[in-house]
């Protein structure tokens, strides 16, 4: 089974990566971006096929690695 993880910041946390990415574009001549907000995606791959399970256990690996529960959001994606 693979999950994948999307983590982005909560809203109103600033994100200066994703303002100096929105500059550039801006300064590029890409004048319809209005900002943009930047996270990441992390992709495991899980010896278990109980998709619950699998949930639970990167559940638990999001909240104690790999983001950040005080400034960041996650959304996980299971797949066969």
Do not use: W
């Not at 001549?29 to 278990?48: C, M, P, S, Y």
């Amino acid at each position: 089974m693979k999950a994948r993880i999307h983590v982005y910041l909560k809203p109103g946390v600033l994100d200066p990566q994703g303002q100096a990415v929105s500059n550039s574009l801006n300064h590029l001549g890409f004048d319809e971006v209005a900002g943009v907000r930047q996270g990441k995606l992390i992709e495991i791959d899980l010896n278990t096929a109980d998709a619950e399970e699998a949930h639970s256990r990167v559940a638990e690996m999001c909240d104690k690695l790999l983001a950040n529960p005080v400034i960041e959001n996650y959304d996980i994606e299971l797949s066969a």
